[in-house]
């Protein structure tokens, strides 16, 4: 029991540390007292913040267009990576697309969007959508070509099908791949909705941080913050059971970031 | 090369071009036929007009804006990320310090603090730099310790027992050895780096490429505004370029396959 | 160190056959995993003289490795002693030259900057190095391969050239955890061959740990049979072949006696060995 707590301790100390140390910085007002508010202080914010209903109401916008385009991406994503490694032609085509794309900036492209989609929630979800679909399609492609080539021989060995095979031997043994490009993507998604949110926008965590730090409530605005890193880190928790459920026959690395 | 090899190489080219192609064809066409909204003007045009702007030098001063938050951020970031990565990777007890920050806090686009950066910096280039720094430590940070971590102990103990002190450890073997995973962080830093920049400059600034993106768009100069998108893809592509070339040539010898391509 | 000496000067020099060299009296090691306590090494004890090379022969698990791991400075032991020349042993070093299974060649360096690596790390001054280096790559015939990056080799290339940089910095005691281990039997087989040739020039006092009885009767003076978990001698016997051993021997009765001493002794343990997984 000691032990169990003593390890609890060891492994998330510098969290209450960090914590410990911006309390102090806010109190003796070592940075100015208006831009870092005390701990205090921001729960405080948060908590008006709760009750006011503004949080919820823009966290649920926020949340709402990063997981549509999430499942977008995740739909068109694997058949698309799926497709890529089944078909060279689909692969030559497509190719090219992804590996030229992915260095580029694709959010400077958001203006075109807004043109093309409007100001509101769907231009940010096909930003969203685009700009995941990138991780997701190539972990998807390479996932499907690296299963084992005697895993599908031995099936055939033993009278599979095509389709039993492409559903019981090709789509497992990608699975861990894939999840790990969903894993990339799901930050990708909250990162894009708030950026996106932030260029323009009335609604949404994005907005809501940027309006409320230009009328100098910095309490609030780090409340803010700690919202998205809030919803940031349960999704996060939340994929990384799904797919300890789903791929029970693989562990991956148990914290930080990667799979 | 061979004739076969020779025409699979190009039939495989043609094919990747094949549909980018398509679509800027079609988009010409339809350009010219006038049937579209203003703001999908012909890409001969974008051509033209963004190969006169960077004669000209009027995307220059814009782009050498970004380029100079995008790098000191990155180099600021990777210097840090990779230093602290590699300690973290080779000591324990830093591993365990660092370890619940980043899993937090990993998952939170870093772009959400730039209004309060902003706050504390001035709208001028402290601040975008600061948030790419951010940014780019993630990255830099976890490749390198999982290099670092992932270093076989057999190396250490073949160096320990050719006699090898700690420090000669750690720079003839642990740096070696991590080598390929940092690389592979500063690949993916690097490509954050100028998404970041780009993203901040959109959300607040008086110059660079994020910032000529949006005011184009607002007053309608979309000219400018394909010259700017144009401009921001070919220094993120160049970028990138730039890393595998120095990656191939760090790495030669080792046959150490080429790395999930994509980042 | 001496340097600039030819392979068979060098073992002349340090020739003092008869003399114990390594003495180990009753290791223990016993492996914590949470609350499970493993006793891997029960109070073991052995002694190699000088020039001699020893074979230990055990069943998977029974703690060889973990032994020589410890010799080599690696792996921490609860208690006993262990001398080298009379000095206690503490933690690696260069005295105990040590050949991996896995060859541990570094990736990132030529096939020549791993055979002076660890000249290299010992400060020693560049020509000195690259003499040193090419004598010991010639030795075990690999000149022509000297700029070669390891990734370029085969298995059993690799593990000579693992086989000379450990040569090159002349350790006093050789340590081989199952050296050939990763290789395919007939490579094994070129390997022993070679290391034999090698060894008769060199003379190294070498401990050589494998689970191939036939590998160790063909190269050893003497097989040490270790026990199941947890690990002890079981068994010692010598071997009275002629000296140099030619590949034929394996076809003598001698040979054929041995290996059948030796297996008896083996058996029962992998038995017993394979039992604790029941």
Partial sequence: MASSLGRFVARWYSVPLVLAIWEILARTGAISRRLMPSLVEIANAAWAALASGDLQFHASISLGRALTGYALAIVFGILLGVAMARSRLFDALFEPIFSFGYPVPKIALYPIFIFAFGFGSLSKVMMIFLECLYPITVNAFYGMRAVDRVHVWAARNMGATQRQIFWRVLLPGAAPSIFAGLRVALPISLIVVIITEMIGESRGLGYYISYVSASFEYATAFAGVAAVAVIGFTLDRVLVWLRNRLIFWERGAAFIGTN | MSAAAFYSRARRTALGLALPLAALVAWEISARLGDVPSYLIAPSVILASTWDMATTGELWQHTSNSLVRALGGYAIGAAAGITMGLLAGIARPVERFYDPIVSLTYPVPKIVVLPILIAWLGSGDASKIAVVTAAVFYPTFINSLYGAKGVNRIYVWSARNMGARPIAVFLKVILPASLPQVLTGLRVGLALAFIVTVAAEMQNSRNGLGFLVMTAEDSMRFDLMYAAIIAAGVIGFAGDRLLVTLRRRALAGQAIGKEGAHG | ?278
């Avoid at chain 3, 791991?69 to 009379?86: A, K, Q, R, V």
């Avoid at chain 3, 079981?234 to 054929?256: C, Q, T």
């Fill in chain 3, 1 to 278: 160190m001496t340097d600039g000496g030819t392979p068979d000067a060098v073992a002349a020099a340090r020739q003092r056959p008869g003399q114990a060299l390594l003495e180990v009296r009753e290791l223990v090691k016993t492996f914590r995993r949470g609350t499970r306590t493993v006793e891997a090494i029960d109070r073991f004890s052995l002694t190699v003289n000088d020039g001699e090379f020893v074979a230990i022969v055990g069943p998977s698990g029974c703690g060889k490795s973990t032994f020589l791991h410890i010799l080599g400075g690696f792996e921490p032991y609860d208690s006993g002693t262990m001398l080298l020349n009379g000095a206690a042993i503490k933690g690696p070093g260069p005295d105990r030259g040590m050949l991996f299974q896995e060859f541990a060649l570094y990736p990132w360096r030529s096939v020549i900057g791993n055979v002076g690596w660890a000249l290299e790390v010992q400060g020693k001054p560049r020509a000195e190095r690259i003499a040193a280096a090419e004598r010991y790559l010639k030795l075990v015939g690999l000149s022509a391969f000297r700029d070669a990056y390891p990734a370029e080799l085969s298995g059993g290339m690799k593990q000579r050239v693992a086989l000379a940089r450990v040569l090159a910095f002349e350790p006093r005691i050789l340590l081989m955890d199952e050296p050939f281990g990763a290789l395919d039997a007939q490579t094994r087989e070129l390997m022993q061959e070679e290391l034999n040739t090698i060894w008769q020039e060199t003379r190294n006092t070498v401990l050589f740990v494998t689970h191939d009885i036939d590998e160790a009767i063909y190269l050893a003076d003497r097989v040490i049979v270790f026990t199941a978990r947890p690990g002890r001698i079981k068994d010692e016997v010598n071997i009275a072949l002629e000296r140099p051993r030619r590949a034929d021997v394996r076809k003598s009765a001698g040979y054929i006696a041995y290996r059948n001493r030796v297996w008896d002794s083996l058996r029962a343990e992998v038995l017993k060995a394979r039992e604790e997984f029941q």
